[in-house]
């Protein structure tokens, strides 16, 4: 997938935990899980706009896009 | 939780199908004497009322002794025979997907790729089928030499479940679009 969240990068860094930033962007614990390991399809813009909120940053820190053929370079 | 309109009109569904279904696989058995039979008789219950009261015993004898005398001595009984068999099986399965996709909107997710699948293999049960009446056609025309047989059902079944099979085909093909836009939906945070 071309898009990469690194929602854990950011989740470690406001020292916020899974089940607390679920209960805070009111969405399940199984679908953060789903975003947070790319396996997600989708993001609405409300959702990321809620992610943001709660982890008070920009949707280009949980946000990266890495073209085709480079994925899990470093 | 309450069943919908659609789940209740699937159980009704569900139950007739189940019905079918287990005829079709008992009449199975029956083809080779039926096959026999209708060579010698116009039809099984005239037969019956005019014969003695135990006209349905002998029936059931004759079945019995038509569905081995046709495969110990191979005939043009034992052709009609298979081709019979052939769309039996083929009926059983479109049954048996059709069985398993109501099995789906009763669960209350029907848009899977397995229905899809389903509807595929009843396509090309149904595509079979309309080749095992064509080459009974052609057999028939063969034998009888004169286009008497072209006005026989075994004509209509051709067009008729080449028909039924592009139609699965069409369904197969939505039901497999659906099941990627509901994966999209669900995969949509």
């Not at chain 1, 860094?13 to 607390?20: A, C, D, H, T, W």
């Not at chain 1, 890495?66 to 899990?72: F, H, K, L, S, V």
């Not at chain 2, 004898?61 to 001595?73: N, P, R, S, V």
Request: proline share 4%.
């Amino acid at each position: 997938m071309a898009i990469m969240v690194n929602l854990d990068v950011m989740m470690a860094r406001r020292k916020i935990s899974l089940g607390e930033l679920a209960q805070k962007v009111d969405i399940t614990m199984a679908n953060l899980s789903i975003l947070k390991n790319n396996k997600a399809r989708a993001v609405r813009f409300s959702t990321l706009e809620a992610i943001c909120k709660a982890l008070d940053c920009q949707p280009g820190d949980i946000l990266e896009f890495i073209p085709d053929g480079e994925e899990g370079a470093p | 939780m309450e069943k919908t309109a659609v789940q209740r009109l699937a159980r009704v569904l569900q139950g007739m199908v189940v019905v079918v279904f287990t005829l079709n696989l008992l009449c199975l058995p029956l083809v080779p004497g039926a096959v026999a039979f209708w060579q010698e008789h116009e039809s099984i219950w005239e037969w019956v009322s005019h014969e003695s009261g135990d006209g349905l015993f002998w029936v059931t004898m004759i079945f019995a002794g038509a569905f081995y005398g046709i495969f110990l001595e191979p005939s043009l009984l034992t052709a009609w025979s298979l081709l019979f068999w052939i769309c039996g099986a083929c009926t059983a399965v479109i049954l048996w997907q059709a069985k398993k996709v109501l099995d789906t909107i009763l669960a209350g997710s029907p848009f899977r790729t397995s229905n899809a699948r389903a509807l595929n293999r009843a396509a090309i049960s149904c595509w079979v089928t309309s080749g095992a009446a064509m080459v009974k056609l052609v057999l028939w025309l063969w034998i009888e030499k004169n286009p008497a047989p072209l006005c026989t059902y075994t004509t209509l079944f051709i067009p008729g479940f080449l028909m039924a099979g592009l139609l699965f085909q069409v369904m197969s093909a939505l039901f497999r679009q659906a099941a990627e836009l509901k994966e999209d939906q669900d995969l949509t945070i």
